[in-house]
Nanobody, 118 residues
């Protein structure tokens, strides 16, 4: 599975942003898709994941209630809608594919930078 993320940018605290990740590969619709992020000086962390059929999703506690995840299996695209953004959400965001939302995720796209100003 190949993944290409986009949609990052600079946003003020309290604002919103939507990331997109286009996936390609014959069996991409059978994979769980997820988002991770890595802030400067920190380890990469899980943000959100969605099952192959969109029927279930998981979120990190730090983003619950603010972020949503969705996928379109016709377009082979996964989206991360981020609302009420905080400066601590600043990070490079990566999309990934795996067999389950709990992982492991073994295909990764390049990152897209999200910067939230205070």
């Amino acid at each position: 599975v190949q993944l290409q993320a986009c949609g990052g940018g600079l946003v003020q605290a309290g604002g919103s942003l939507r990331l997109s990740c286009a996936a390609s590969g014959r069996t991409v619709s059978t994979y769980a898709l997820g988002w991770f992020r890595q802030a400067p000086g920190k380890e990469r962390e899980f943000v959100a994941g969605i099952s192959w059929d969109g029927g279930s999703a998981r979120f990190a506690d730090s983003v619950k209630g603010r972020f949503t995840i969705a996928r379109d299996n016709v377009k082979n695209t996964v989206y991360l809608r981020m609302n009420s953004l905080k400066p601590e959400d600043t990070a490079v965001y990566y999309c990934a594919a795996g067999r389950e939302t709990t992982g492991p995720y073994n295909s990764w796209g390049q990152g897209t930078l999200v910067t939230v100003s205070s």
